[in-house]
């Protein structure tokens, strides 16, 4: 099963919504970790030693930070920016989607974005 690591940022009706719907997945919020408050690089450091993807809103710099770490051969193990204007139904859908059918290390590497086209 894919892991997550849910960005600071991240609508919490998004994550209620998924919580609700599957309540079995492994998400965990940054802001309940000891990186509240991190800067990106030290969030997506952390999510490729957890083997989590990363749910995000911030499509400037955490991309950014992302395809440094893929330059410089670092692991990423993928993040999934949905916009903030996009309905929450479809992204909720999306990650639900994205847990079940997805294979552990298939988003290494991979920025994509929500709702899924």
Request: aromatic share 6%; hydrophobic share 40%.
């Amino acid at each position: 099963m894919i892991r997550f690591a849910v960005d600071e940022n991240f609508n919490d009706a998004i994550v209620r919504g998924v919580l609700r719907r599957y309540p079995e997945i492994d998400l965990v919020r940054i802001r309940d970790t000891p990186l509240h408050g991190a800067n990106d690089p030290a969030v997506l450091e952390w999510a490729a030693q957890q083997g989590r993807v990363v749910l995000t809103h911030d499509v400037t710099t955490m991309t950014k930070h992302a395809y440094e770490r893929v330059r410089q051969d670092k692991p990423m193990p993928g993040i999934f920016e949905a916009g903030c204007d996009e309905p929450v139904a479809a992204i909720i859908e999306d990650i639900i989607l994205i847990a079940h059918c997805s294979l552990p290390g298939e988003w290494e590497g991979q920025v994509r974005y929500l709702p899924l086209r």
